[in-house]
């Protein structure tokens, strides 16, 4: 087995703004199963920071336990990681955030961390809105522990060794839009099209983005009956749209189809283009957008593609009125301004 | 674009670069892979079954395979295959049993070979076991051709010419040395089955309009002549003043020789600029190491005589100008002329061929150059019992398509005498087996060594120039080799894709450390080469193309930088991508199988 990628790289591999090519964001050789959903997504991540120019030191990766959570190290090996504690990837992550809201935040998540371990935090990190890219990679099973019905498995899946899944399935992109998420979208590994510019936008948006990806396990739920294999999800999915981020100053006009096409700006000045191939939905209403995911349910259709998204919400650090600087850039003088201060400070509680 | 025909046995033979362009298609890898492991013997045998000459092309081979590496594209330089077949050569144990034993029980026919050269001992090789007798003539006292007359002694010891020249003629070979063939009418008299003619191309280009020739003839050699002089121990001595006209492989191994022979001031002069001169980049290395300048851009005026006694040259300098064609023109500068002192001129500025021993009365027809007309495929001229090979048949080339020609001569002097039809010609052998060991294991060394080129040691200037037979070269030691052997990227480890296997999980497509796969629409080649993961620029390198997959699109695999590491196989769940192992050999004239004993009705 091969634990080194070779050095040489193709001589013609095109480089972006910052004269790096997509090698100097890519990470160690993964270590996953062969054919894993999650390598596709990493190598998602890896595409979409190059594209957008990110200088890679200026990135944080942090996870929690699972196969989804090792992944980090096959990504973005030039970047910030933290493996945290399982479940409990949002509180580092929301205490890195506070101490430096420079940085690109990445929560790299599965199934099980989010959904059952991590369930609280997840809920309470939506809930504050804090700037971070939450991917959950949902394979539907517990694939480090040999494959056990994880809380995402649709009820009547089959898994590997035959056995029904008797459970309702915990819908996260809903729930994420119940608590307030301000970007909202699902997608499917296998679909790198639409995954890329998801990622892209979700890293410009500014506040919570949470993506959904639907990532096979090759080794427990590739099955014949399993939801989330990738047959099965090839067959039933169901595009909202087709999309298009465009970063700041490099505006492309795409003609579409007249009446099926929306335009959400990001205050940066970026833009996300889409092309509705759903109808009766605006990603800027939470009403359609359930109504949509509760229709597409009902056909057994999995809606894939950015599902909702709002520009208006205030993030955990302006929320909070963090201090713009990192903490690790402020002087003594910063964080002790003198007698003087502290005591106009004062006069203010009398 | 149609699904790529991999069941052609020249798409994978294609991928593996260097065995491609070698004239005689040696399986490069495949020895290679036996040197890392320490089995020389195994290594010289692939060798020597393919090319009959690895102690020598090892070390003074055209290496046409190099600049194809894999290696070239990837990093700088290629791997040092032709000193890496130096090396089994050198530490190969017994291999003499390994060869086909004679005495071989005759079939009746007799072969006159004309010439004694590689081209003449490949037919006698391949034609022997199969019973053959065969007669061969050559003007020298010994066998080998233009590689012991022409080839000096430091880059080609005797020992080693004279082994490999034996493996041949000891197979039963009735050999007349010191024959002058001076008329094919008489041999064709004698009754032969067939007659080869490998007579190379042996007579040397000469200046005779040029001003001085005549006066100045004494201190004037033909290049390949004077060589052959000196390797028969003719001339032992040249002035400490030399000029050698040419920029070829024959004008570097000139002014090496004359370095040895009390050449002090010894100069190459050529028309062409230094870039574009014919001899090979490491012979002009070699060459300038051993004080020798080169001057290009000179074009001969005259030789400068003076009371009866050569004095030197006078050039015009010229500079080279390109038309949009990239046709070349040597223009003169407004520089004076140039005089260059010298005792002694060796004029090697190319050979011809020259055959005034056959008459033209036979039904041997020759063409407007006076050259034979000879079938490019069979190797036949146009009396159906006379083949030509090697440089007699399209003019000067190089040991390694000599043998070339003379495996495919054999094999049409096999299928004549048996009368079938020449242009029925053997397929080649062909294999394609997998190299999966385990889960995620492979039979070769799929990791790829990042090293550089090793360089191969040479002797120390200071004895090497006292004595003309002194190997320059020493060769790679073993553990220099071992590491050389490692930059081999197993090009024949084939990537061999089943679409029917394939889930479109991307992760090949991941994985790729050189950006090779693209699962993409169909599109037709142009278009298709331009909608990769990398624009694959490079024509001469096919695209592996699969049928349509279930999502509607297709694999493409850019042939051109792949690393062969097996990283899309490793990371493949389903086993669609699988490394496997090609071997193509071009089937020689004693291995076309005995045609089937025909059925009674």
Redesign the interface.
């Known amino acids: ?2 634990y ?11 480089k972006n703004k910052l004269g790096y090519t ?1 090698k100097e964001y890519e990470g160690s ?2 270590t996953l ?5 999650h ?2 997504i ?2 998602a991540i890896v595409r979409a920071c190059f594209e957008l120019s990110i200088e890679p030191h200026l990135v944080a990766k942090i996870s929690g336990i699972g196969c989804s959570s090792k992944t980090p190290t096959y990504f973005l090996g030039n970047s910030h990681g933290f493996n945290s504690v399982h479940g409990r990837m949002p509180s580092v992550a929301t205490g890195a955030n506070m101490a430096n809201k420079e940085l690109v935040y990445f929560g790299v998540s599965g199934d099980g961390d989010s959904a059952s371990i991590g369930m609280g935090q997840f809920v309470h990190v939506i809930r504050r809105n804090l700037n971070i890219v939450y991917v959950v990679m949902n394979n539907g099973c517990y694939g480090l522990t040999k494959g056990q019905d994880s809380a995402t498995a649709d009820r009547g899946s089959k898994n590997k060794s035959g056995s029904v899944n008797p459970f309702e399935a915990i819908d996260l992109a809903s729930m994420a839009i119940e608590l307030g998420a301000s970007f909202v979208a699902q997608s499917f ?2 679909d ?1 099209q639409q995954l890329i510019p998801l990622l892209k936008a979700a890293i410009q948006h500014p506040g919570f983005a949470f993506i959904n990806v639907i990532s ?1 396990c ?2 427990f739920n ?1 099955n014949p009956g399993s939801t989330k294999s ?2 099965y999800v ?1 067959e039933h999915i169901e595009a909202t749209s087709a999309l298009d981020f465009v970063p700041v100053k490099k505006e492309i006009r795409v003609n579409y189809a007249e009446g099926a096409s929306a335009e959400v700006g990001l205050h940066d000045g970026s833009k996300i283009h889409l092309n509705k191939l759903s109808m009766d939905w605006d990603p800027e209403d939470r009403i359609s957008v359930v109504n949509a995911l509760q229709n597409a349910k009902v056909k057994e259709e999995i809606l894939t593609g950015l599902l909702y998204v709002n520009t208006d919400w205030k993030d955990l650090s302006r929320t909070l009125n963090i201090t713009d600087s990192p903490l690790n850039r402020l002087k003594e003088s910063d964080l002790c301004p003198g007698t003087e201060e502290l005591q106009h400070i004062n006069e203010g509680f009398r | 674009m149609k699904p790529t025909n991999t069941r052609d046995p020249e798409y994978y033979h294609k991928v593996v670069d260097c065995q491609y362009a070698c004239p005689a298609h040696t399986p490069v890898p495949e020895y290679i892979r036996l040197i890392a492991a320490e089995k020389y013997t195994e290594a010289y045998m692939i060798n020597w079954e393919s090319n009959v000459f690895p102690g020598i092309l090892g070390r003074t081979c055209d290496r046409p395979c190099e600049p194809a590496c894999r290696r070239v594209r990837v990093e700088k330089e290629p791997v040092a295959i032709c000193r890496l077949k130096r090396v089994a050569a050198d530490q190969k144990g017994e291999v003499k049993s390994l060869m086909p034993q004679g005495p071989f029980a005759s079939n009746g026919k007799k072969i006159a070979l004309i010439g004694g050269g590689p081209a003449s001992l490949t037919v006698a090789r391949d034609l022997a076991p199969l019973g053959y007798e065969i007669h061969l003539f050559d003007e020298q006292i010994a066998g080998g051709g233009m590689m012991r007359s022409q080839i000096p002694s430091f880059r080609l010891p005797e020992t080693v010419l004279n082994e490999e020249v034996d493996y041949i003629l000891d197979m039963g070979i009735h050999t007349q040395f010191l024959t002058y063939v001076s008329s094919l009418k008489d041999v064709l008299s004698k009754k032969y089955d067939a007659v080869f003619v490998g007579t190379g191309a042996p007579r040397g280009k000469d200046l005779p309009k040029l001003p001085g020739r005549k006066d100045g003839a004494a201190g004037i050699h033909i290049g390949i002549e004077w060589l052959a002089s000196v390797a028969f121990e003719h001339t032992k001595s040249i002035s400490p003043k030399v000029i050698v006209l040419g920029g070829g492989n024959t004008a570097m191994d000139c002014c090496r020789t004359a370095r040895r022979l009390g050449g002090k001031d010894v100069k190459v002069v050529v028309r062409s600029p230094f870039k574009e001169m014919k001899a090979s980049p490491w012979e002009k290395e070699d060459a300038m190491h051993e004080d020798i300048q080169i001057f290009d851009n000179h074009v001969p005026l005259s030789f400068e005589v003076k009371d009866g006694k050569l004095i030197g040259m006078k050039f015009q300098k010229v500079r080279a100008v390109y038309d949009e064609k990239g046709k070349r023109e040597l223009i003169p500068t407004d520089e004076p002329e140039v005089l260059i002192e010298a005792d002694e001129v060796l004029v090697a500025i190319g050979q011809q061929n020259s055959f005034p021993w056959i008459e033209r009365d036979l039904g041997l027809d020759f063409d407007e150059w006076d050259m034979p007309v000879v079938d490019r495929k069979t190797f036949q001229s146009t009396l159906p019992k006379v083949f030509f090979g090697g440089d007699a048949a399209f003019g000067p080339e190089n040991v390694i398509t000599a043998v070339a020609h003379g495996h495919q001569a054999a094999v049409s002097i096999h299928l004549f005498c048996q009368g079938k039809d020449l242009l029925d010609r053997p397929s080649p052998f062909t294999n394609l087996v997998s190299q999966k060991m385990g889960i995620h294991e492979w039979s070769y060394d799929s990791q790829i060594a990042a090293d550089q080129r090793y360089i191969v040691p040479q002797a120390r200037k200071s004895i090497t120039l006292k004595d003309r037979k002194k190997e320059v070269e020493l060769g790679f030691d073993i553990q220099t080799a071992y590491k050389e052997a490692q930059r081999c990227l197993n090009c024949d480890a084939q990537t061999v894709f089943s679409e029917d296997r394939c889930i479109e999980c991307d992760a090949c497509m991941d994985v790729c450390p050189t950006s090779c796969i693209t699962f993409t629409a169909n599109a037709e080649e142009d278009e298709l080469r331009q909608n990769l993961l990398v624009p694959a620029e490079n024509k001469s390198q096919d695209l592996l193309v699969s049928d349509t997959l279930k999502t509607g699109r297709v694999m493409i695999k850019d042939e051109d930088v792949c690393l062969h590491c097996g990283l899309c196989a490793e990371r493949c769940p389903t086993s669609a991508w699988d490394m496997q192992k090609y071997f193509y050999s071009v089937t020689k004239a004693y291995q076309i199988p005995a045609s089937l004993p025909a059925i009674q009705k």
């Not at chain 1, 080194?4 to 095109?14: C, V």
């Not at chain 1, 199963?33 to 959903?37: P, Q, S």
């Open positions: 087995m091969s080194l990628k070779p050095l040489f790289s193709h001589p013609k591999l095109p997509l050789l993964s199963c062969a054919g894993c959903g390598d596709s990493s190598a590994s296998g790198k096979p090759v080794t590739n990738y047959d090839r």
